[in-house]
Structures are given as structure tokens and as C-alpha cells.
């Protein structure tokens, strides 16, 4: 209702500082009247004698300014605690102790003033004042106590308990009017029946204590003695409120507003005894709300620990901490699988020694244990189970739950308590829940840890092709006497094939196609040597043999054990029609003679290259084998990708199929065999080639 | 891949079963790396149940090399079936890798 007054005098134009004014002015004025009223009526005329009908008369315009005086200040009081925004229990509660204390303090300054008077003149005068300073006092603290106690019933509100609290305001209106502008005595049912639906509704109100939830042991025990204060100091009021104005000589009933001060009070003391009540039964049972909520926050710290990507450390402490709380343990340590050894080892450890841990555990492997079995381990009573009597530390109960997610096992936590049978099985179900969460974050912080580098090796091995693809060539040299073609292709993103085709001297062709064991970066890597090698060795005058034990030489040195590089060099010069070959390791080249139409393979060959050192490698040299060629011949080299390519059958594609399609192919250029050759080596295995391969043909013209 | 262990009196025969490509030739480094830290310097390795060898597979023998001649140790290859003796062949390995298929003559092999 004060709101509405208070937003009507907005309405009008008035700033929110103006309408406290008013309000403040009217509140001190109508007190002031009041008082002048008390002195005038008690003081001064003395008119104390009811009528007939148990109305006392009184000076004309006193009912009106009583109830203005009554009014303004509820309004008052109603905004001093309008604007509570955080539900501060204890706060609120002591600041109505205070408040209690103070006009009490008031009232007991105004009977020493009272009792001191020595001039009974001088009292006639003072004692309304005292009357009316007790008055305010008693109305200040009730009022408070409606207004503050406001804040707890819409706690969590709802428009039902908005609605009860507006007709609780309204009827407290209702018994202001009621009480200022009195109904004979005849009415008395009728105030029973009022009174009654009133209490009813103060009831219904007062079951509004969600708060108390909220609230943790130590603030409820706070919560609960601070509420008995208030109701002590109420019923101080209540005993005051009828002695002070006896003694006094003031009778009360001539108060126009008695129903109104009598019925006040109802609403801070029943909602008190509920509070009261429903303090203490929710006492004990607090420190398992606490332990849930604690339990809650913890779930949410191990997973912000995680998301954050704090450090392991740190995720599995929160872990540790939190099952220590929920298991209300003693002591505790997580122990974790190392990576290097399978081992566990102690990782953390929480208000135990190593000495403690290691009496307890009585040597046995429990982590791992409870990592098989992918189930928690308890030992109700360590001095009546087998394997743990002889632990002779005070703790005598104790869980080992497993950390573990669906495909990996990390560690245990250990959670130990002095008393035996101390673990429930809520406490199991908790803990349990820790470490799969615990688990399932480590998991993930693995995948994304992978996938991250996953992502950057895919990256670097896209610039390794890229770098690869220029290390071969793009186009190979076509010349009247001669052409090349070739076809390469890596079944991974890099590979071990390379090809190359050199015009040293004008008609003078060295040419390579090699192959390093083994697929991918290193093979890649290793590629990159032999071209470096080639490119070096074959702008010399260097004869083949020289060319390969040189390289030979070069590449032991370099290579890994195990790693080796077939290799078949050619050295063509166009002008004598003649083509040196030395093949070392490689797959042999076949040649067709188109003089005698015939295809042969060319099988003389000296070792790998990278297998053996220089000596051993000289000591298997043959003479390079030289051919005369003739318009027509051509020259077919390839790695081993094309002959061991597989059907589905697993059959091999072999050196007869390719000897085929050159045979179909031979009369044709150089690009058409070559693009035949891959084309039936697909058709071959209706599949993505397996291994990186590549057909070079030369054609001699 | 499997690979069956058989202790002779003078040797220790291997027989790897099924292809040997970059993966499974992995197994078998393992395996003569174990035999060679054991002592065990005299090796037949029966090649019978190897259909397809790839360069890794190769490479496996072409890193003992050394290591079998630096122990005065013997590495004996037997009963390689004739696509991987062409792989040995082509790559000259056959000409550094002892290569012997009668038992008898491995035998005395390893006794010499």
C-alpha cells in the first residue's frame, strides 16, 4: 500500500527524495501531534473515564491524528526496509535485535526519568511524553519485525504468497481503521471473527520458511538464537506495554488504535515460534544438506579443473579433496599408474604419512587390483580382514575406488577412517562418481591432446608433400631423339619413390628411379638424399659404377640400420645411340628391341644401396651393361608399388602382367605406355593403391 | 603375426608365419633383438610360411648384418618360397645372407 502511495506521488511530478520527505515530515509531525494530544488529554484535562459503552471520549480531531500518526508511520518503517535485495538472515534479524534493544533502552531511561520527577506539575507534563516515547518504541519494533519477517515469507516468491501478504497488509489496514474509529461494544463477535481469519492467514504465511535451507549449521545456529532474542525482547515489549502505562496512571483503552497495536503483534511472534521450530529440527540433519551441496560444488570444481586445462595436479587434488569430504574420511592419497612402468605410485597424498600409508596397505597391490576387477575395494574392519590384520595404524576401515575411463585405467584414490564400518554406501556411490567423472575428463583431455596433435602432424606432413612434390620433376625432357614420361604416385601423404631425368650435356641423359625401404616421412626424408646425390654426381663426367659407390658410401653413412635404397641408373647419350645402365638393388628394367620385337627383362644388378659400406659394396660391382639402340627400342623402369600391388585375392600384379601391357603397348609413345600400365594396375586391384609406385618409360627415336 | 621359436642343439630356428610387411617385421626385430641380448648368436630363421616379403621385412636382415658378423654369429635363411627369393635375389641380399635349405647342410653349418 505504501507503494501505491508512494508511485501516486510520483505520478504527480514528485522526485523519489521528495516523496521520502513527505513521508518523514508527516511521520514526525503526526507523532508530534500526538504527543500534544497525550499531553493535553492526560496531562492537562485528564478526561479518563469511559462512556456507557466502553468508549473513552476523547479531545476532537485525536482519532484522526492518531491514525495519521499510525499510518505514516507503518509507511515509514515499510520503506526503511523496502529495498532489501540479498536475504541476509542473520544481518536482518540482528538489526531488529537492535532495534528492539534500543527502544527498550528508551523505556527503561523514560521510568528512571519517571521515578526521579520530584514535582508532580512537572510529571503531568512528562509522563505523556514517556507514554508516547514508549508507544513509538513498541510500534517501531513490531513494525520492523512485520517488515523484515516480509523479506523471509517472499523469500523464493510466488504470486500466491504475494497475493497472502496484500490481503495480510489489507486486513492489518482494516484493524487500523477499526480500531481508530471505534465499533461499540455490541460488534465484540465480530472482532473475534476478524481476528481469527487473521491468525488463519498469519499461519498460512508463516509455513514460508525456504530460507532455513539455504542456511548451513553454524548460520542456522546463529539464525535460531537470534530469533529467540527477538521473541524475548517482544514479550519484554508485551510486559512493558501493560505495567509502563499503570504505573503511569494512563489507562491504555483510551488509545484509539488499541485493536490495531494488539493485532500487530500476532504476525512477528507466530512466524518466530515457526522459525524457531523449524531451526532446530533442521539442526542435524544440516550437515548432510552441507555435505550435498559440498559434494556438488566439488563435481563442478574437478570439471572446471578439467575444462580449464589446469594441470593434472591440480584436477586430481580437487579429486582427492572432494573424496575425503564426501566420505567424511580421516585421511587420504590417490595413487597413479606411471607411465613408464606400469607401476603404481603414490601421487597425493592428505593428512596421512608415508609411514601410515604403507602400514595400511600391508604391501598389497591394491590400486592395480581395483583396476582389474573395475570395482571398489572395501575393508570394513582392517583387524578383522585376513590380509590387513596386521596393519597396527589407528585406521581400521577403508575404500579404494578405481580412476578409470572406458578404454584406459589411471590410478585409485584411498580414503581411510579410524572408525570401522565408517563408509556407506551413499559415500561408495559418490566417491565412485568423483573418479568416473574424473576418469571420463582425463579421457577427453587425452583425445583433444591427441587430436590437437594429430592436427599439427597432419599439417607438417601436408608440407612434406608439398616439399616432396617439387623434389620431383614436373615435366621430363622430350627431344627428337628421345622422350620420357612418367607417372609416380605416393599411397601415403609422402613417399619413398623418386625419379629424376638430367641433360647433363646437350644429348647426354642421366637418369634415376629409386626406391627407399620402408613408406612415409623417413622414406620421404631419405628421398631427399638421393636426389641431392643425384643431382650432384650426374652433372659430372662420372661412369655409372663411380656413381653408384659414391652414393653408396654417402647413404650408409646417413641411413638408419635397417633402411636401404634400390636404386637403377642410367646414362644415355643420344649422339652414339647408347644407354649404360647399373642397377643396384632395384627392380630390373625391361627393354624392347624393336629390331628383334622382343621384350627381355635386364636382371644384372649389384647390392642395395645403404646395406653394406663402401669395401664390401666395391667387392660386389659388376660392369655396367651397355646397350645399342635403335629407333623404335624402349625402355620400361618402375618401383616395386607396381609389381607387388595386390587384388583382392591377394594376388600379386607380377612382372608378367607388366610385361604384357609393354608387349600391347610397345609400338606406342612413351605417355600412352605409361598411362596403360597404371591404368591396369587399378584395374588389377579395383582398389587405391597400397604402396607408393612409379612407371618411367623412355622411348628412343 | 606368429612366430614359433624351436631351440636346437646348436641353434635357434624362427618361423615367422604369414607376410612380412611393416608391421609384423617389427615383431621379428623384436624377437632376434631378444635372442642377440640373450647370447643367442646362431640363428636359423625358416622362411617356409612367409609368402610376401616387403623392403621393410628386408630390412630387418640387412640391419643384423653387421651385427651377426661382429659376434661371430651365424644367420641362416631356409625354405624361402620364390617370391621372396626373388625380392632376396634382386636386392643382392642373397649374396650377403646365407641362404641353405637342407637340413643337414644347416647342420653342419652351424657346427663349422
Known amino acids: ?701 | 603375426m606368429e612366430i614359433n621359436e624351436i631351440q636346437e642343439s646348436e641353434f635357434v630356428t624362427l618361423k615367422p608365419v604369414g607376410d612380412l610387411d611393416a608391421n609384423s617385421s617389427i615383431e621379428l626385430d623384436i624377437h632376434i633383438r631378444r635372442l642377440l641380448d640373450a647370447g643367442q648368436i646362431n640363428l636359423l630363421i625358416d622362411c617356409a610360411g612367409v609368402p610376401y616379403m616387403s623392403s621393410a621385412g628386408l630390412g630387418v636382415f640387412v640391419s643384423y648384418l653387421d651385427e651377426f658378423k661382429d659376434q661371430k654369429g651365424k644367420l641362416v635363411l631356409s625354405n624361402l618360397t620364390p617370391n621372396v627369393a626373388e625380392v632376396f635375389d634382386l636386392l643382392g641380399l642373397s649374396k650377403l645372407v646365407t641362404i641353405i635349405n637342407s637340413k643337414e647342410e644347416v647342420a653342419n653349418f652351424f657346427k663349422g
Not at chain 1, 275 to 295: G, R
Open chain 1, 1 to 701: 500500500m505504501h507503494k501505491f502511495i508512494s508511485s501516486n506521488l510520483l505520478l504527480i511530478g514528485l522526485k523519489p527524495k521528495i516523496v521520502k520527505g513527505i513521508i518523514i515530515a508527516t511521520a514526525i509531525t503526526t507523532w508530534l501531534v500526538v504527543v500534544l494530544y497525550h499531553i493535553l488529554q492526560f496531562g492537562a484535562l485528564t478526561i479518563f473515564e469511559p462512556s456507557d459503552n466502553g468508549i473513552y471520549p476523547t479531545l476532537p480531531g485525536y482519532r484522526i491524528a492518531f491514525a495519521l500518526f499510525l499510518l505514516s508511520n507503518s509507511f515509514f518503517i515499510a520503506r526503511s526496509f523496502q529495498k532489501i535485495e540479498k536475504l541476509d538472515v542473520i544481518t536482518l534479524l540482528w538489526k531488529l535485535f537492535m532495534i528492539g534493544m534500543g527502544g527498550i533502552t528508551l523505556i527503561l531511561l523514560t521510568i528512571i526519568l519517571h521515578n526521579t520527577t520530584q514535582s508532580y506539575t512537572l510529571a503531568r507534563y512528562l509522563d505523556p511524553i514517556f507514554f508516547s516515547v514508549g508507544l513509538y518504541a513498541f510500534l517501531l519494533y513490531f513494525l520492523s519485525a512485520i517488515f523484515i519477517f516480509r523479506r523471509f515469507v517472499l523469500y523464493q516468491r510466488t504470486k500466491r504468497r504475494v497475493r497472502g501478504w496484500t490481503v495480510y497488509l489489507g486486513l492489518s489496514g482494516i484493524a487500523l481503521l477499526a480500531g481508530v474509529f471505534p465499533i461499540p461494544s455490541s460488534f465484540t463477535p465480530l472482532y473475534y471473527f476478524f481476528t481469527g481469519i487473521y491468525i488463519l492467514l498469519i499461519l498460512l504465511l508463516s509455513a514460508n520458511v525456504r530460507w532455513i535451507a539455504y542456511l548451513n549449521f553454524n548460520q542456522k545456529l546463529r539464525a535460531l538464537g537470534l530469533f529467540s532474542l527477538v521473541v524475548v525482547v517482544g514479550i519484554t515489549y508485551l510486559i512493558a506495554s501493560f505495567r509502563f502505562p499503570l504505573q503511569l496512571d494512563i489507562p491504555l483503552g483510551i488509545l484509539p488504535g488499541l485493536f490495531f497495536l494488539e493485532i500487530i503483534i500476532i504476525f512477528p511472534f507466530i512466524y518466530s515460534v515457526f522459525a524457531i521450530l523449524v531451526l532446530f529440527f533442521n539442526l542435524p540433519t544440516s550437515s548432510i544438506f552441507e555435505l550435498n551441496s559440498l559434494e556438488i560444488a566439488s563435481y563442478s570444481k574437478i570439471n572446471q579443473a578439467i575444462q580449464s586445462n589446469l594441470d593434472f595436479t591440480e584436477i586430481m587434488n580437487s579429486l582427492l579433496d572432494a573424496s575425503v569430504l564426501a566420505g567424511n574420511a580421516r585421511a587420504g592419497w590417490l595413487e597413479m599408474i606411471s607411465e613408464k612402468n606400469g607401476q603404481s605410485e603414490l601421487f597425493i597424498r592428505k593428512r596421512i604419512d608415508l609411514a601410515d600409508i604403507k602400514e595400511i596397505k600391508q604391501d598389497q597391490a591394491l590400486t592395480e587390483k581395483v583396476l582389474k576387477e573395475q570395482k571398489y575395494f572395501l575393508v570394513k574392519n582392517m583387524r578383522k580382514h585376513k590380509l590387513f590384520r596386521n596393519n597396527a595404524s589407528r585406521y581400521k576401515c577403508m575404500l579404494v575406488v578405481p580412476i578409470m575411463s572406458s578404454s584406459q585405467t589411471y590410478g585409485a584414490i584411498y580414503i581411510v577412517n579410524e572408525l570401522p564400518n565408517s563408509f556407506e554406501d551413499v559415500t561408495i556411490q559418490s566417491i565412485s562418481n568423483f573418479a568416473e567423472q574424473a576418469g571420463i575428463a582425463l579421457e577427453n583431455a587425452k583425445l583433444v591432446k591427441r587430436s590437437i596433435e594429430m592436427e599439427r602432424y597432419q599439417e607438417q606432413l601436408k608440407i612434406a608433400k608439398d616439399v616432396q612434390q617439387q623434389l620431383l620433376p614436373n615435366t621430363l625432357p622430350t627431344t627428337r631423339a628421345i622422350s620420357f614420361n612418367a607417372q609416380s604416385e605416393n599411397a601415403s601423404e609422402v613417399g619413398g619413390d623418386y625419379f629424376d631425368v638430367l641433360e647433363s650435356n646437350p644429348g647426354r641423359f642421366k637418369v634415376a628411379i629409386g626406391d627407399v625401404s620402408g613408406k612415409g616421412t623417413t622414406a620421404a626424408f631419405y628421398m631427399a638424399e638421393i636426389k641431392g646425390i643425384f643431382h650432384a654426381l650426374s652433372r659430372t663426367d662420372m661412369d655409372p659404377i663411380s656413381f653408384m659407390n659414391t652414393s653408396n658410401q654417402a647413404l650408409v653413412a646417413c641411413m638408419q640400420k635397417g633402411f636401404f635404397v634400390t636404386l637403377t641408373y642410367l646414362d644415355i647419350d643420344t649422339s652414339k645411340k647408347e644407354v649404360k645402365m647399373v642397377r643396384a638393388g632395384h627392380c630390373p628394367a625391361f627393354y624392347y628391341s624393336s629390331v628383334e620385337d622382343k621384350i627381355c627383362m635386364m636382371r644384372e644388378g649389384t647390392l642395395g644401396l645403404g646395406i653394406v659400406n663402401g669395401s664390401i659394396f666395391k667387392s660386389y660391382n659388376q660392369d655396367p651393361q651397355v646397350i645399342h639402340y635403335q629407333p623404335g627400342d624402349m625402355m620400361l623402369l618402375y618401383t616395386d608399388g607396381i609389381i607387388e600391388a595386390r587384388n583382392e585375392e591377394g594376388e600379386e600384379f607380377g612382372y608378367h602382367r607388366l610385361k604384357n601391357i609393354f608387349t600391347a603397348h610397345r609400338n606406342q609413345e612413351s605417355e600412352e605406355l605409361t598411362t596403360s600400365i597404371v591404368n591396369g594396375v587399378k584395374d588389377f586391384t579395383h582398389s587405391d593403391l597400397e604402396d607408393d609406385y612409379t612407371v618411367l618409360a623412355i622411348k628412343f627415336m
